[in-house]
Nanobody
């Protein structure tokens, strides 16, 4: 059974930065492409960033490019999201997701999801 677990959320002041981590466990012989999504109160879930199996390809939502950076350790199926210059509009539940395909953006089918971690940015 594949499990996706996020960590690292919390409260941060506007202008600050935060690092989220995600670990995928399950089939030890399977690599997973990984991605971060977020959902703010009253809004639909939106894509933040994705990364493929070996980290050679990344994909970002245009409006977030430059402030968010995704990276990974392909040996352990762990991924991180670094967010900087945070604003209150970045307040959301951040979800990690995993896909079996080697992909980073459009076309990925993220079949496995974590429960999310809350990020709150205070003004």
């Amino acid at each position: 059974q594949v499990q996706v677990v996020e960590s690292g959320g919390g409260l941060v002041q506007a202008g600050g930065s935060l690092r989220l981590s995600c670990a995928v466990s399950g089939d030890p012989y399977q690599s997973y492409s990984m991605a971060w999504f977020r959902q703010a109160p009253g809004k639909e879930r939106e894509f933040v960033a994705g990364i493929n199996w070996d980290g050679s390809s990344t994909y970002y939502w245009d409006s977030l490019k430059g402030r968010f950076a995704i990276s990974r350790d392909s040996r352990t199926n762990t991924a991180r999201l670094r967010a900087s210059e945070l604003t209150p509009e970045d307040t959301a539940v951040y979800y990690c997701a995993a896909a079996r395909q080697d992909c980073s953006g459009d076309g990925c089918v993220y079949a496995y999801w974590g429960r999310g971690t809350q990020v709150t940015v205070s003004s």
